[in-house]
Nanobody
Framework: QVRLVESGGGLVQPGGSLRLACAAS????????MAWYRQAPGKQRDLVAS???????NYADSVKGRFTISRDNAKNTVYLQMNSLKPEDTAVYYC??????????????WGQGTQVTVSP
């Protein structure tokens, strides 16, 4: 059974910074990819940044130049460094991972979500 545990959310002023972390735990074969999504009240859940096993990164246009996704493979952890935060960044941020539980089977896993609030 695989779990994604998130940390680092909180309240920050506009222009401030925050660093999110997501660690995968449990029994699994490998992590195929990891990503960060966010969902504001009344809005769809949108992709913020992704970091695949191929070492490629992808960012939403709204966060390019401000957010950076990184990972520590030894710790099975992905990070999201958020700089120059804006009020429109306020949302619940979710960690996502495509994890192979066995050599032949993979599935989608989600963290519990962590609230990020950007307000003066």
């Amino acid at each position: 059974q695989v779990r994604l545990v998130e940390s680092g959310g909180g309240l920050v002023q506009p222009g401030g910074s925050l660093r999110l972390a997501c660690a995968a735990s449990g029994r699994f074969f490998s992590i195929r990819s990891m990503a960060w999504y966010r969902q504001a009240p009344g809005k769809q859940r949108d992709l913020v940044a992704s970091f695949t096993s191929g070492d490629n990164t992808n960012y939403a246009d709204s966060v390019k130049g401000r957010f950076t996704i990184s990972r520590d493979n030894a710790k099975n952890t992905v990070y999201l460094q958020m700089n120059s935060l804006k009020p429109e960044d306020t949302a619940v941020y979710y960690c996502y991972a495509d994890i192979s539980s066995t050599l032949y089977r993979s599935g989608d896993y989600w963290g519990q979500g962590t609230q990020v609030t950007v307000s003066p």
